[in-house]
């Protein structure tokens, strides 16, 4: 939740899965929030600093910054200054893409990572932006081709420090929804329950359910099927599998509750009309 926030050019795709915005100038978070998504943050100038699993940690302008929102963050005052993109991508497209030298490890233990300044980077972003408000599948596909790309050099990067300093504090409740999220995040492809995550936590399933929907405004079991959704969306659009294949490989149990869920999160579609609908005919298929 915002003090404020003044929101310019806002774009989001949630039909595709992902969303991409640019703003200014956001006031202060009023308190921590969490979501399953992995972050990305570019400011053309100014900065701000995130409270981010119990340390402040200050975002520069001009590095492409990335974060996991499953662990409790919020920006501190003065808020966000300046200009700038941000990004929140699926978990599950990330970890489908098996960046090199443990990214996703890193960043589901909790490290914000940002990349050294690259002058392609602004122009690159900018474009992104512009294809993903075209609505065109055409250029909607190299968009997700390019982020992948930029993950994968970002990746191939970290041995360069990338890491940005951390000032240690403490924030309640923190560690236990960061803990809860990254079991989650983990194994959202196999058949879990809210029991399994207590338990893997030390905690009552009752208190676990409670805590989790206070901080993250959603129960565990509507997070986890989020992220299996979005795992089946990113399928549906780069492979040819069988819908009952996605559903399964996705971490459904039966066709069913995959239907059901998967309206819920888009916009109402079926799978096969969502991958009618982000298809882009190869040159074969154009005749």
């Avoid at 989001?12 to 992902?18: A, P, S, T, V």
């Avoid at 893409?97 to 050294?116: C, F, K, N, Q, T």
């Avoid at 990746?155 to 560690?175: E, F």
């Avoid at 999160?265 to 009618?276: A, E, F, K, M, T």
Wanted: proline share 7%; aromatic share 10%.
């Amino acid at each position: 939740m915002l003090r404020s926030s003044v929101p310019i050019d806002t774009h989001h795709e949630d039909e595709l899965g992902f969303r991409i915005w640019r703003q200014h100038n956001s006031g202060m978070m009023v308190r921590p929030h969490t979501h399953p998504d992995i972050e990305v943050n570019y400011l053309f100038d100014g900065g701000f600093s995130y409270l981010h699993g119990g340390t402040i940690t200050p975002i520069e302008a001009g590095r492409f910054t990335v974060l996991w929102g499953g662990v409790p963050h919020q920006t501190i005052e003065p808020g966000i200054v300046g200009e700038g993109i941000w990004i929140t991508l699926p978990l599950a497209w990330f970890l489908q893409w098996s960046l090199p030298h443990g990214m996703a490890d890193h960043l589901l233990e909790g490290e914000i990572i940002a990349a050294s300044p690259d002058p392609t980077d602004y122009p690159q972003l900018l474009r992104w932006l512009d294809d993903a408000k075209s609505g065109r599948s055409e250029r909607q596909r190299p968009l997700i081709l390019e982020m992948e790309a930029r993950f994968h050099r970002l990746a191939l990067g970290m041995n360069r420090k990338t890491t940005p300093p951390r000032l240690n504090c403490t924030h309640a409740g923190a560690g236990q929804i960061a803990r809860a999220t990254r079991f989650i995040a983990r194994h959202y492809r196999e058949a879990i329950s809210v029991q399994d995550i207590a338990d893997e936590m030390g905690l009552h399933p009752k208190y676990l359910m409670r805590i989790f929907k206070k901080q993250i405004g959603a129960s565990v079991w509507e997070y986890l099927t989020r992220l299996r959704v979005s795992h089946a969306q990113r399928l549906l659009i780069t492979t040819d599998m069988k819908v009952l294949d996605v559903a399964m490989e996705s971490g459904f149990s039966s066709a069913a509750p995959f239907y059901a869920a998967f309206a819920t999160h888009s916009r109402g579609l079926r799978p096969l009309d969502y991958r009618r609908n982000h298809h882009v005919p190869l040159p074969h298929e154009k005749a």
